[in-house]
């Protein structure tokens, strides 16, 4: 009995993309880490400006901007996270900007892939000028219009996988970027707070870093610092 199957020949995307993976697995040296968070605080914050948003700019305001902007904060007080090798000249290179990149999931002519635009010096910027910019990529992405430009440059990325029921992932780096930071869905769970137990929307973080450039503890110290920085977040902390 013959084998029945049918073939689909490797899009251009899907070509660039096995490239990326192989560099990634087979030259660095990849370790992921994850922490939960409360998103107690934020959803409440979102809750607030989201009213905002439709009224003043007819945008709907969703977690991502609000976390690239959070995360982009607390990347800049972590130099260590914000690096990449330059193996040949046998450098740790230290970017001044901090270049966020956001995963799109992409559909073209019946294949999936991903790309990855990028917001650059996104820790300068307000709040309205990354939803638009996110609202703007993420459409030119899907539409196949994006430039080749608007996708470079990029020293840290994130994968926000909160559309789905998914509760861990494992990123892997966008080589030659030294960290990638995954964020899964936000799903009610009981914590213990006062030595009482109380039901919490959590999300888990998780980061892959180049064990190579990016030792443990940085790591650490810096999901630490964005775990207090997203839990204690107030309205008044966010420049609109």
Request: glycine share 4%; net charge neutral.
């Amino acid at each position: 009995m013959e084998t029945e199957f049918k073939k689909i020949k490797l899009s251009p995307l899907r070509k660039a993309m096995i490239r990326n993976f192989h560099w990634s697995n087979h030259i660095t040296a990849q370790s992921t880490v994850s922490i939960e968070v409360n998103m107690s605080n934020l959803s409440n914050v979102k809750k607030d400006l989201s009213q905002l948003f439709l009224k003043n700019y007819q945008l709907k305001l969703t977690f991502l901007p609000l976390l690239v902007y959070i995360i982009a904060k607390t990347l800049s007080r972590h130099p260590d996270l914000n690096v990449e090798l330059d193996s040949e000249n046998n450098y740790i290179i230290y970017h001044t900007n901090i270049n966020i990149g956001f995963a799109v999931a992409i559909q073209r002519r019946k294949t999936s892939g991903i790309l990855l635009p990028v917001i650059q010096q996104a820790d300068k910027k307000y709040l309205k000028e990354i939803v638009f910019l996110i609202k703007d990529l993420s459409e030119k992405a899907i539409q196949g219009t994006i430039t080749p430009e608007e996708m470079q440059g990029g020293t840290f990325s994130i994968s926000s996988v909160g559309g789905y029921k998914v509760d861990f992932i494992q990123p892997l780096l966008n080589y030659p970027q030294g960290a990638i930071l995954g964020i899964t869905r936000t799903k009610d769970k009981p914590i213990v707070e006062n030595r009482e137990i109380t039901i919490a929307p959590i999300a888990n973080f998780i980061i892959t870093v180049d064990h190579r450039i990016i030792d443990g503890v940085p790591t650490y110290e810096f999901l630490n610092d964005l775990k207090e920085s997203i839990e204690n977040i107030d309205k008044t902390d966010i420049s609109i």
